[in-house]
């Protein structure tokens, strides 16, 4: 672990680490990150100091315009050690990859990869190491193009359906079979017990009631949604609780949108 003077001046290399991703519901969620930074960290002998994490679009958000990303820039010295848990955590973008690892080794921090390297340290002093780099880079850009395209495609297909799209899609409203020229099509309409059972989420929470006991509630006097699942789960630990709460904010969120755009449920 580095130790600083009075003055700010390094006495020891620190070991950092990075942890990433867009949502918190990825597979490769921050919790997981962070605890194979710290797996790695032991396993290679060095004394992690501080692990900074975000969510936060890699697409979307260069680097460098990332909060704790950018706060690392400030914070880390040569010779210092970063873990991440794979390369597409730093960026997605190809050219921005290359930008970022290529600060990274100026300056003499040494790159940890704990899925491509298994935790070694990435060394771009040949030729090879850093066609390797750049072909790692290009695999990150594609699958996120790939990604991209294959939501664009989702979207549009689910639109030609007049299934429901967006942020929430589905929120509020229930799946029907309507037959269109001789043959039966799926639609998404307005389900009005739904779209109530929002309303009073929504309400019940402004008014300073917990989404625990709204949830407890909810489950007591068997409130489904249209698809006819339970409003909370009571089947998993997550953070909240005993219960999943998720989709009752989303619920609020979802509502909350709507009344600022001047829309309601069921218009």
Sequence with gaps: MMHKTPSGRNLAPTT???????????????????????ATAKKLGLDLYK?????????RISFRERPEFAKLMEEMNPNDHLIVWRLDRLDRNFYRILECVGWLDQRGIKLH????????????STAVARA???????????EQEFRLHAIAEGKSWRQSQGLAIGKFPGMGKRREHVRRKGRLVKLDVWDPVECNTIREIYRRYAEGETMAVIAEDLVARGVKTAAGRQWANKRRQCKYGYRNLNRLYQAVEFYQELLDKGEDLGA
């Design 16 to 38: 950092w680490g990075y942890a990433r991703a867009s949502t918190e519901k990825q597979d490769t969620s921050v919790p997981r990150q962070i605890a194979d930074i710290q």
């Design 113 to 124: 990869l704990i899925r491509e390297q298994f935790g070694l340290p990435l060394d771009l």
């Design 51 to 59: 692990t900074r994490s975000e969510h936060a679009s890699a697409s």
């Design 132 to 142: 390797t780099v750049a072909m790692m880079a290009m695999v990150a850009d594609i």
